[in-house]
C-alpha cells in the first residue's frame, strides 16, 4: 500500500503536466505543492528541474517554514510563499504558481481583472484581485498572498509584476484555479480591445458563484 505522503508525490509530480499541457508555464518556472493533510508538511517540486524530468521521486517533502525533510535536490524558490500560505490558511491544501502570459500582463499594469463573464462569476465570484509587488526569497510573497486572499472569494491572485498565485482545498483545485485564471484573463484582455466589457450586477455574481460552488455537477455523496 502507498503511504499518503507517496500519493500526494504522484499527484503533484502529475498535476506539473497540467502546467505545460494548459501553457501556463516555460522552461521550469512554475511549481505545485500540496500540504499532508494532517501533518505540518508540505510536497512540492525540485528547483530549476525541467518538467519533462519530474517524477514523484524528485518531487521535495518539506515542513511548513520550508525545511527540506525528505529529497535530493533543492525545493523550488517558492517554497516560502507556499508555506507562509500554509501556516496562515488552514484550509488551503494546494498552491500553485505559474507565470502564464495574459494574467501576467495584468500583473504586469497591476491591474485586477474585473469579473464581467459567468466563468468568472462561477470560480472566483469577483475580480481576481492584484497583490502587492515582493522580492523573491522570503516570506514575502507568502504574506502578499495571504493579505490579499483572506476573506476574498477569488482562489487566485496576481501578484503585481510578477505572476499568479492560486489556492485551493487541494493541488487539483489549485491548478483549476490557474486555467481558469490564464483563460478568462484572456478573454477579458480581448474584450478591452473591442471596447469596454460590460459588468455583471452583484447579485448575479453572487447568485452564479453559489450555483457552481454548491450546485453544478454531479451530486456530493457520488463523487
Known sequence: MS?????????????????????LVVWTAGNVSARVPGEDLLVIKPSGVAY????????????????VVEGDHSPSSDT????????HMPEVGGVVHTHSTYACA??????????????MADEFGAEIPVGPFALIGDDSIGRGIVETL?????PAVLMKSH????????????????VMCEDV??????????GEPL???????????YRYQNVYGQPRAAR
Open 52 to 67: 519533462d524530468e519530474l517524477s514523484p521521486e524528485n518531487m521535495i517533502l518539506c515542513d511548513l517554514d520550508g525545511n
Open 106 to 119: 495584468w500583473a504586469a499594469r497591476g491591474e485586477a481583472v474585473p469579473c464581467v463573464l459567468t466563468a
Open 150 to 154: 483572506r476573506g476574498h472569494r477569488s
Open 3 to 23: 503511504s499518503p505522503i507517496d500519493l500526494l508525490r504522484r499527484q503533484v509530480s502529475d498535476l506539473h503536466q497540467d502546467l505545460v499541457r494548459y501553457n
Open 163 to 178: 505572476g499568479v498565485f492560486t489556492i485551493g482545498k487541494d493541488a487539483k483545485a489549485a491548478v483549476k484555479a490557474a
Open 185 to 194: 484573463a484572456r478573454t477579458v484582455h480581448i474584450s478591452r480591445q473591442l
Open 80 to 87: 516560502a510563499a507556499h508555506a507562509y500560505v500554509y501556516r
Open 199 to 209: 459588468p455583471i450586477a452583484q447579485d448575479d455574481i453572487d447568485r452564479l458563484n
